[in-house]
Every structure is written in C-alpha cells, then in structure tokens.
C-alpha cells in the first residue's frame, strides 16, 4: 500500500513563506500525475497545485503566482513551495495522486497563517 508523508508545515505570519514535502512510498512515482490539496476546518478539500509526470504544473486561481509545485523523482517527493501566504491558506495540506487518489490519505501538515 503506498504510503504518502507530508511534512514542512507550521505557524507564520502573514507575507510569509514555507515549503512542503511529500514523500510517496512506491517506484511508480515517476509516472505519477501528483497534487497538493488543502482542507479548511469546515470546508471541503480542494486541490490547489497539480504536476503531471512531465512536470507540467497548474494552480488555483486563488494560489496563482504565490505557490510553486515541484517534484524530485529521484526522491519520490512532491514540493510545494509557498510564497505571500495569507490568513486564508490556513488549513491542512495533502498530497495525493490527481485522478484516482491512493488509497490513504497521508495525516497531512498544518499550515496556520496568523500574526
């Protein structure tokens, strides 16, 4: 069973910056189209940064020009570089596979932006 651990997420002000990781646990990785969701408390989840195999990125409108997705095959690692947070990129961030997810979840990282 692949297993997906994300990690990188913490308490910053707003205006500020963090980087995500993800590590997926299968030799597969590379041919996988990948995506970074988020969770708000109360809210549904939504994918906000997508990467496909060839590393070929797109974004939410609402994370367009602040949030970067990258990927290291190599490491089997799924990046999610975020720039100019604000308060309403709080939530918990996932990574998973775009299409038909894996079938567990990760336990996700906590972003929390507040001054």
Known sequence: QVQLVESGGGLVQPGGS???S???STS???FYDMGW???APGKQRELVAQITSDGTTNYAESVKGRFT???DNAK???YLQMNSLKPEDTAVYYCNRLGVPFGSWGQGTQV???S
């Open 76 to 78: 089997n690692t799924v």
């Open 37 to 39: 969701y988020r969770q």
């Open 22 to 24: 993800c590590v997926v």
């Open 69 to 71: 997705i990258s990927r």
């Open 28 to 30: 597969m990785f590379r």
């Open 18 to 20: 963090l980087r995500l």
């Open 112 to 114: 929390t932006v507040s």
